[in-house]
């Protein structure tokens, strides 16, 4: 039953944590009141444990799913891992796109995700050829949202290049538009919807050349979010410092790129001076923990980018992990290991990087938080597993993971129960049936 609200035994609200928290919905799934009583009224549904709001995956790319288990085993680099990461997107059309972002999506939902940024690059069929639709690859990642019952920034992202100075070859022809202008005029095709925001991403300045970055800021938008990968390999710092004297981060602010709309996503490798443009522009860093540790990429300065003025937000990008919980505690453990020191990060700050600062980065301002006119987005974790029971409420995030999640209620919805997605029922079968039929 979903009801007209939901009791919280405990929500973690913008206060803090609070005890016995109604919160109602109004008819568009939004929160219209949070209040607090003793006992859940008649008709709500009780939600166990500490309610947190709705996690957001602020960086996704839904086809590496079908990575997982395949590519961490046998050593080699983040250049190496691409082999493998071209090879399946060759073998995906928009049918089979759909069946594996479905199921990956799906799984975010059982983890408590409520809106996913989409990072989107796989465009076309082989060699570059349009669909008959040439944003039919697009289509089927907003379908794929919609039928797993969490919403989606589809961040289209313009890809031009195979690194600077070289032309897209092989599978990258399916990424690329040719022009900014193209790119631009592809994407203005697409538009907002109730559970769909439009964003726009720059794939990273090695495969947008310099020439054409503030053509791509232009067409991105005033009002729509833009993410970009920023130095997630010293290799990619070197090239850009030989090809233009500048990091990455630089010909990025020279490009007009940076802002409070923008998302640099990895931001691993930076110089004092980057961390200070980031900052001083307000520009999000978004960090994905497991991807970064999975790939050797390395960590980055998180702490020092909050104090200088960024907001942090998380996501799974390859998905080796899909779970917020860890995520957020992986952030913490990334700055325990850089500085020596416990405690970088208070674990509302961490909350806020998985819930607030994500939504508001992907264009979803306000939602995050439970709290009127925000979506009614919660996730109930348990407090008596083998891995809560114990813990304090307010460091409950350092010990559960995505296991302890009881209960995901998206726009007012219950989407997933005790491991089960309410509509699509089994969502390991789903991932299995969508994954081994690529490999095949």
Do not use: K
């Not at 009780?46 to 996704?60: K, T, W, Y």
């Amino acid at each position: 039953m979903n009801g007209s609200g939901f009791w919280c035994e405990r929500a973690w609200l913008p206060t803090g944590i609070a005890e016995g928290v109604l919160v109602r919905t109004d008819g568009a799934g939004r929160i219209a009141s949070v209040s607090t009583v003793d006992t859940a009224p008649l008709g709500v549904r009780r939600l166990p444990g500490v309610v947190l709001p709705g996690f957001a995956n602020a960086h996704s790319h839904a086809f590496h799913r079908a990575l997982r288990g395949r590519t961490h085993g046998d050593g080699g680099t983040f250049w190496t891992w691409r082999h493998a990461m071209y090879a399946l997107a060759d073998r995906l059309d928009p049918d089979s796109y759909l069946t594996l972002a479905r199921a990956a999506y799906a799984e975010m939902a059982l983890a408590g995700v409520s809106c996913v940024g989409e990072f989107h690059y796989l465009h076309h069929a082989g060699e570059g050829r349009r669909y008959a639709d040439p944003n039919a690859m697009g289509q089927a990642l907003r379908q794929a949202a919609a039928e797993a019952g969490i919403r989606l920034t589809l961040l289209d992202t313009c890809y031009l290049a195979g690194g600077i100075g070289h032309e897209l070859t092989g599978t990258q022809l399916r990424f690329g538009d040719g022009t900014a202008a193209a790119w631009a005029e592809r994407v203005a095709a697409l538009s907002d919807d109730a559970t769909t925001r439009i964003g726009a991403a720059i794939h990273s300045v090695r495969a947008v050349p310099r020439q054409m970055l503030a053509d791509v800021v232009a067409g991105a938008g005033r009002d729509r979010p833009l993410h970009v990968h920023v130095s997630e390999q010293p290799a990619e710092n070197e090239a850009c410092l030989a090809a233009y004297g500048r990091t990455p981060t630089e010909l990025l602010h020279e490009a007009g790129a940076l802002s409070p709309r923008t998302s640099a996503v990895h931001a691993t490798h930076l110089t004092e001076r980057d961390v200070e443009l980031l900052g001083d522009t307000g520009t999000v860093a978004c960090f994905c923990p497991t991807t970064e540790g999975d790939l050797a990429d390395g960590i980055g300065p998180a702490r020092d980018l909050a104090d200088a003025g960024s907001p942090l937000s998380l996501g799974s990008d390859q998905h080796a992990v899909v779970d917020p919980l860890l995520e957020m505690r992986a952030l913490e453990h990334g700055e325990r290991l850089r500085s020596n020191h416990r405690g970088r990060f208070r674990p509302e700050e961490l909350l806020a990087a998985a819930t607030a600062h994500g939504h508001d980065s992907l264009g979803w301002t306000g939602d995050g938080r439970i709290a009127v006119g925000a979506h009614c987005d919660l996730v109930a974790v348990r407090t008596d597993t083998p891995r809560t029971a114990g813990a304090l409420p307010d460091q409950v995030l350092l010990a559960a993971s995505a296991s302890d999640v009881d209960t995901v209620v998206v726009g007012g919805r219950v989407v997933a129960h005790q491991g089960r997605h309410e509509t699509l029922g089994d969502v390991g079968r789903l991932l299995a049936e969508a994954i081994e039929g690529l490999w095949a």
